[in-house]
């Protein structure tokens, strides 16, 4: 059975940052497409970030210079590094898996899915 578990998430000042880390078990993701969604309330899920096989990141521009994106193949997990935050980064954060090489930025192109964790960014 595949999982992928957040973690890291909270309770932070504007301006703070937070690391959230997603460990994958039941698959191994190393050499597949992995990306950060976020969900606020009343709002569609949206891209966030993700890694393509080849480590290469991609960035929604609303983060882009803020946060960045990493994974760690041996661990068999990846990390979203969130600086400088703001009260609209505010939404649950979910890490997201698809069977590709390659990255997109819809939703329904990913096929398994974290159970989310929430940041909340205070002003």
């Known amino acids: 059975q595949v999982q992928l578990v957040e973690s890291g998430g909270g309770l932070v000042q504007a301006g703070g940052s937070l690391r959230l880390s997603c460990a994958a078990s039941?698959?191994?993701?190393?050499?597949?497409?992995m990306g950060w969604f976020r969900q606020a309330p009343e709002k569609e899920r949206e891209f966030v970030a993700g890694?393509?096989?080849?480590?290469?990141?991609y960035y929604a521009d609303s983060v882009k210079g803020r946060f960045a994106i990493s994974r760690d193949n041996a661990k068999n997990t990846v990390y979203l590094q969130m600086n400088s935050l703001k009260p609209e980064d505010t939404a649950v954060y979910y890490c997201?898996?698809?069977?590709?090489?390659?990255?997109?930025?819809?939703?329904?192109?990913?096929?398994?899915w974290g159970q989310g964790t929430q940041v909340t960014v205070s002003s």
């Open positions: 997201a898996g698809r069977p590709s090489y390659t990255i997109t930025y819809s939703s329904r192109d990913y096929y398994y």
């Open positions: 039941g698959r191994t993701f190393n050499s597949e497409a």
């Open positions: 890694i393509d096989s080849v480590g290469s990141t």
